[in-house]
């Protein structure tokens, strides 16, 4: 009986962690950081950036500034 209630509260914590990531996926800081380095890979793979003044931009340099620790210019 001892591990059926083991495997419930274990079940239960993941499923509450995957909610807390599916609301807020920057609740976590290594979700941030895998989510920034795959967006940044994309943009390396096609060899280019987003126009500067696009609010997707602003993600590409707030997301370099995370991984890298860099910040560029907007």
Same mark, same amino acid.
């Given at each position: 009986? *001892?591990?059926?209630? @083991?495997? &419930?509260?274990?079940? &239960?914590?993941?499923? /509450? &962690?995957?909610? #807390?990531? @599916?609301?807020?996926?920057?609740?976590? %800081?290594?979700? !941030?950081?895998?989510?920034? +380095? $795959?967006? &940044?890979?994309?943009?390396? $793979?096609?060899?280019? +950036? %987003? !126009? !500067?003044? +696009? %609010?997707? *931009?602003? *993600?590409?340099?707030?997301?370099?500034? #995370?991984?890298?620790? /860099? !910040? @560029?210019?907007?």
């Amino acid at each position: 009986m *001892r591990r059926v209630q @083991l495997f &419930l509260a274990a079940s &239960l914590g993941c499923f /509450i &962690l995957a909610g #807390v990531m @599916l609301v807020s996926p920057h609740a976590v %800081p290594g979700a !941030r950081m895998a989510e920034c +380095t $795959k967006m &940044l890979e994309g943009y390396d $793979k096609a060899g280019s +950036t %987003p !126009r !500067r003044g +696009t %609010p997707e *931009r602003q *993600r590409y340099v707030d997301c370099y500034y #995370v991984v890298c620790g /860099i !910040r @560029l210019d907007g």
